[in-house]
């Protein structure tokens, strides 16, 4: 009974491999393709996952909405105190706090302007009214592009001032306010003194469209009742202790009654994020390994078309059907592993350039590019399986008479 030894196997297989060194190059980088994308896009998407949620650590996640519900009685003692704000403003780990009611959704209030440009023609929009406590500028994160914002004299004078939103002020047709331009709101007149610039905070955002005035105005002339909602800013990871603080801070006696938006946890996030990319970035990783694949289970095939006389002569020699198999198997499996190394070693490189090129931290899975000659290794295996089983079911006589 003939036997093959590893030595044989070994010797074949790389003789093989290296009689045909295009094609063997050419089926090499079918596998360096797929594995070099596979782990190239799952290293980019930790790393652009990592970049996102520390984006977000910085920004949204120091951001705290408390929102007061309105109450039916007319009469009843309002949940929280215009003054209240100031008792969250002390608690450790807040940066700025402000509370503020505004005109609900679907009964904004008509606004009328001169127009600086044309006096003569009165511009009148439905708009949202805001009033406020005068930290609302820090509070949402917005600036100046005309004028000033309120400060605590005009809350205590009860002044008739107001602050445009950009969106608001072009829609009203006021662009300055070195004239001093009024606005009558719901027919109330009210002194512009400032234009408001970009809003950073993503949950007000409303204010770019709003009329915003001191809230004892906006009590005075608009009615426009009590707090209904609190805008906190925190330190960066203080947000979960103050959104548990603040609301027993502003309702001690029903902090229950008050719903409080916190940021949800950054490990969560950083974790959602990442789990998406990863899972789009590897489908395209698989199928370019499914195309490297197909590529060495091609190439094998038609080499086994091509060394049919060479099967023959070892059947006739006493070669079994195993050790064809067993040949052409290695033959595919080393293609596959120097695929996996060379494949891997690209991929890395790849995350470090694109890290580097972008200004990221690159993050690369370890266990993946470990792995990976074993992965190529293995879609070598299958990929050469079925031309193996092929190449071992050739009868001598037919593999010696040829292809044709």
């Known amino acids: 009974m003939s036997r093959l030894s590893w030595r044989d196997l070994i010797s074949e297989a790389i ?6 060194p295009a094609r063997t190059a050419l089926t090499i980088a079918g596998i360096v393709v797929g594995i070099g994308t596979l782990v ?17 650590d910085a920004a949204t ?43 609900q959704e679907g009964k904004d209030l008509p606004v009328r302007a001169n127009a600086v440009k044309d006096p003569t023609r009165l511009l009148d929009r439905l708009l949202p009214v805001v009033g406020a406590t005068p930290t609302l500028l820090d509070a949402a994160r917005a600036g100046m592009s005309e004028g000033r914002f309120f400060d ?15 969106e608001a002020a072009a829609q009203l047709g006021l ?19 400032g234009i408001l610039g970009a809003v950073d905070r993503t949950d007000q955002r409303v204010l770019t469209n709003a009329v915003i005035m001191p809230w004892t105005a906006a009590d005075d002339g608009l009615r426009l009742g ?9 330190v960066l ?9 603040a609301p027993l801070a502003l309702a001690p006696n029903d902090p229950a009654g008050l719903r409080v938006d916190a940021p949800p946890d950054p490990a969560t996030l950083r974790t959602g994020v990442t789990q998406d990319v990863s899972g789009l970035l590897l489908i395209l990783g698989l199928v370019s390994l499914i195309v490297g694949a197909l ?90 399986l079925y031309p193996a089983i092929r190449a071992a079911r050739m009868q001598p006589v037919d593999a010696l008479r040829g292809p044709g």
Request: charged share 15%; net charge neutral; glycine share 12%.
């Open 175 to 193: 662009t300055r306010i070195d004239n001093q331009p009024a606005v009558l709101v719901d027919g109330v007149p009210y002194t512009v003194i």
């Open 226 to 234: 009590p707090v209904a909602t609190v805008a906190i800013t925190t």
């Open 295 to 384: 590529g060495i289970a091609n190439v094998t095939l038609v080499t086994v078309m091509e060394r049919t006389a060479e099967i023959g002569l070892r059947r006739a020699l006493g070669a079994r059907r195993h050790h064809i198999a067993a040949q052409f198997l290695f033959e595919s499996m080393v293609i596959g592993l120097l695929g996996g190394i060379i494949g891997a070693s690209t991929g890395i490189l790849a995350v470090v350039a694109i890290s580097v090129a972008r200004q990221w931290t690159p993050v690369v899975d370890g266990a993946l590019a470990a792995a990976s000659p074993l992965v190529g290794a293995v879609v070598g295996l299958l990929a050469g």
């Open 61 to 103: 996640a120091t951001e705290i909405t408390v929102h007061v519900p309105r109450s039916s009685d007319p009469d009843a003692p309002p949940a929280v105190r215009w003054s209240a704000a100031d008792d969250v403003a002390r608690l450790n780990g807040v940066t700025a706090v402000a509370a503020y009611s505004r005109t």
């Open 15 to 20: 003789s093989g491999i290296g009689s045909r």
């Open 152 to 166: 605590a004299g005009h809350v205590e004078r009860r002044d008739r001032v107001a602050v445009l939103g950009g």
């Open 40 to 56: 190239t896009t799952l290293g980019v998407s930790a790393t652009a996952g990592n970049q996102i949620a520390g984006r977000f």
């Open 237 to 245: 990871g203080g947000a979960p202790l103050i959104a548990e603080q």
